[in-house]
Each structure stands twice: as C-alpha cells, then as structure tokens.
C-alpha cells in the first residue's frame, strides 16, 4: 500500500476520523502487517512525545522555524517515507535527551517513570466483524475493553481464561486492565503466561509490560533486571528500556 495513504490512514485512526467499513479495513489490516502496527505505535510515541511538557520548549522552536499550518496538514507535508519518520523520530528523541541533559541529574520517582512511558494497548483485533462466532466472549471482554470498562472486561475475561488459561489474548488483555485498575500483582501473573508462551503478537508488550508491574509494586531490582533484558535485545522498547535504566540506576 502506498505509504503517503498508509500515513494519512494513521493520522485518521489517531484523530478519531476512521468509522464504519474504513476503520474495520484499518484495523484488519493492523493484523495482517506487522509494519503498519510499528508504524501506529511509532506515531503514537512520537505524538506523546510531543504533548509532555518537558518538550514544549523543544517544539514552540520548531514551530517559529517553521509557518504555522494545520497540526495534520503540517505532519503530512514532512512525510515523504518509512526512513523520514524515523529520522524525525530520532531527532526528536535527540531533543527530548538533551533537555533531560541540560536539566541536569535529578532522582525520578517510580511513579513518574511509569506516567512518562507507560501506556495502554489499543485492541487490534477486528470485534465488530468477529461478533457471532465461538469467540463472543472474548469479543465481548474485548469491546468493553476498548470502553475502557475494565472490571467488566475482566469479568469477562475471566471466563476466557476458566476454559483455557493459556489464551494469549485473554490473559495479555487481562493484563493491561488489571494494570488500569492498579492491580499490579495480577497483572504480573497475566503478562508472565504470555511471554513463556513465547512466539506470539503480544509477547515484547508483555515483556515491557511486566517491567512496569515490578516497578509499580517497588521491585525494583526484578525491574531493573527486565528493563535491562529488554535494552540488550532487538525489542521495539530497547531505546526506551535504557532511557529508563539511565533513571533508575
């Protein structure tokens, strides 16, 4: 698919603009290309980025450098491809490190180490086209997840994981609502069956995942440890994993 469409899909699905058939075709392909899942979850980082407000500064000056313009528009005319958005990823990154330099060493809490990087996981499984078949429990938990009604969803999941505890979606799902309601312990237990499960989508969100629990429940050894398993390997969250070590340690 042509990257340009590729990236205004994206910007559409962020801003709320996908509905009916384009946002099942969206989501269905979210499934099919592992690519376009990185690049979701690229732009998503990239646009956190942007909000906090350690990095304002950093963009009222690329603002004043460049002509104001609508946010989308503006975005869309500085993408030109794959490499492009990375390059600006990585200045952007470059930016946000030197401010954290010129602030000089300070002790960050864990709590503020988790609201800066921590972050919920969008559903990518197709539920409106997949209501009706085995599954609808799972649709179901799955649905009031996106709702953001996460007891419900656990509820909902627990049925799920009753008849088969060892199912990857319910038990990664469970896991990030059990994060949601601040249920750390339980989260734990969730995202550690998915990563001896091994070979499946979810499986460096876990691990990323996981890091979060034991800093939330002041493990902070257990969570150095997988921060820094995570930085030695070729995981998305690598760069991140080490940002945070540098913080920890």
Request: glycine share 4%; proline share 1%.
């Amino acid at each position: 698919m042509n990257e340009k469409l590729n990236f205004e899909r994206i910007e559409e699905f962020l801003d709320g603009d996908l509905t009916g058939d384009e946002l099942m075709e969206f989501e269905q392909d979210l499934l099919d290309d592992s690519d376009l899942q990185m690049e979701l979850d690229l732009h998503e980082e990239i646009n956190m980025a942007i909000m906090e407000d350690d990095v304002m500064d950093l963009r009222a000056k690329l603002e004043a450098i460049e002509p104001p313009a609508s946010d989308k528009k503006r975005r869309l005319s500085l993408f030109l491809g794959k490499w492009q958005l990375a390059a600006a990823s990585l200045i952007l990154m470059i930016g946000i490190s030197s401010l954290f330099y010129l602030l000089g060493d300070r002790t960050y809490t864990n709590e503020e180490i988790y609201s800066s990087y921590y972050k919920p996981y969008n559903v990518v499984i197709n539920t409106r086209s997949a209501e009706g078949s085995t599954n609808d429990i799972l649709v179901n938990a799955l649905q009031s997840y996106e709702a953001k009604d996460y007891r419900t969803a656990l509820s909902l999941f627990k049925d799920v994981l009753d008849k088969d505890s060892l199912n990857v979606t319910g038990n990664f799902y469970s896991g990030v609502s059990n994060i949601e309601i601040k249920e750390y312990d339980a989260a734990n237990v969730n995202f550690t069956r998915v990563i001896k499960h091994k070979n499946n989508l979810f499986l460096e969100q876990s691990e990323w995942n996981l890091a979060f629990c034991y800093l939330m429940t002041e493990e902070k050894e257990k969570a150095i440890k997988q921060f820094q398993y995570i930085a030695a390997s070729n995981s998305y969250y690598k760069s991140k994993a080490q940002e945070i070590l540098n913080k920890l340690e």
